[in-house]
Antibody, heavy 119, light 107 residues
Framework: QVQLVQSGAEVKKPGASVKVSCKAS????????MHWVRQAPGQGLEWMGW????????KYAPKFQGRVTMTRDTSISTAYMELSRLTSDDTAVYFC????????????WGQGTLVTVSS | DIQMTQSPSTLSASVGDRVTITCRAS??????LAWYQQRPGKAPKLLIY???TLEYGVPSRFSGSGSGTEFTLTISSLQPDDFATYYC?????????FGQGTKVEIK
C-alpha cells in the first residue's frame, strides 16, 4: 500500500534552515510528482510547491521562491523540502503529498512534520 | 493568485442532515477543483477531484459539482465520521490555493 512517512518534529532558531524528508513506499517515487503543503497552528492549508522526482524539476509558490528547495533521492525513494531563513511565521506542520496525476490533486499524504521556530 | 472563498466558515448540523458547502474562485478554473476532509491532528484526505469525481474508497454520500467559478460539496446524509473541516483547492493556476476551510460541527 502507498505510504509517505515523514521525518520527526524539529525545533529551530530564527534564521536557521530546516530539511524535512518524506519516504515513499508502495509505489515508484519517480512516477508521481510530490507536493509540499504547510499548515500553521489553527490555520488553513498553504501550498508550497512540487518536485518531479523523475527529472528533479520543481515549481515553487512565489511566496517561498528563494527560500525553499525541493530535492529527491530516488535511490531511497525519498523527497526533501528545505526551508531557509526561518522566522516564527514558519512555525507549522509541513506535509508531503503525492500528486495523483500530473499537477492535480493529492491522493496520499504524509503524517506531517511539526517545525517550531523559536528563539 | 486565484482566491478561493468557502462558505460558510462553520456549519452546525445533525447526523442524517444534508449538508452543502460552497467554494467560489476569483476567476474561472474550469473543473480543476479538489475537496479534502481534515480531522484534527491528521493529514487532509482527498474526497473529490476534478470538481465531481469521487476518489476511490470515498463513500457515495459525498458528491461534488460545479465548474468555472462556483462549486459545491454535498454530504447527502451526515454521519458521525463526517464532523471535520473541509477544504477546497484549485489546481488550475499557480500557485495552487486553498479555501479557508469549513468546519462541520455537531448541532
Amino acid at each position: 500500500q502507498v505510504q509517505l512517512v515523514q521525518s520527526g518534529a524539529e525545533v529551530k532558531k530564527p534564521g536557521a534552515s530546516v530539511k524535512v524528508s518524506c519516504k515513499a513506499s508502495g509505489y515508484s517515487i519517480t512516477g508521481y510528482y510530490m507536493h509540499w503543503v504547510r499548515q500553521a497552528p489553527g490555520q488553513g492549508l498553504e501550498w508550497m510547491g512540487w518536485i518531479n522526482p523523475n527529472s528533479g524539476g520543481t515549481k515553487y509558490a512565489p511566496k517561498f521562491q528563494g527560500r525553499v528547495t525541493m530535492t529527491r533521492d530516488t535511490s531511497i525513494s525519498t523527497a526533501y523540502m528545505e526551508l531557509s531563513r526561518l522566522t516564527s511565521d514558519d512555525t507549522a506542520v509541513y506535509f508531503c503529498a503525492r500528486d495523483q496525476g500530473v499537477e492535480t490533486a493529492n491522493d496520499y499524504w504524509g503524517q506531517g512534520t511539526l517545525v517550531t521556530v523559536s528563539s | 493568485d486565484i482566491q478561493m472563498t468557502q462558505s460558510p466558515s462553520t456549519l452546525s448540523a445533525s447526523v442524517g442532515d444534508r449538508v452543502t458547502i460552497t467554494c467560489r474562485a476569483s476567476q474561472s478554473i474550469s473543473n480543476w477543483l479538489a475537496w479534502y476532509q481534515q480531522r484534527p491532528g491528521k493529514a487532509p484526505k482527498l474526497l473529490i477531484y476534478e470538481a465531481s469525481t469521487l476518489e476511490y474508497g470515498v463513500p457515495s454520500r459525498f458528491s461534488g459539482s460545479g465548474s468555472g467559478t462556483e462549486f459545491t460539496l454535498t454530504i447527502s446524509s451526515l454521519q458521525p465520521d463526517d464532523f471535520a473541516t473541509y477544504y477546497c483547492q484549485q489546481c488550475y493556476g499557480y500557485p495552487y490555493t486553498f479555501g479557508q476551510g469549513t468546519k462541520v460541527e455537531i448541532k
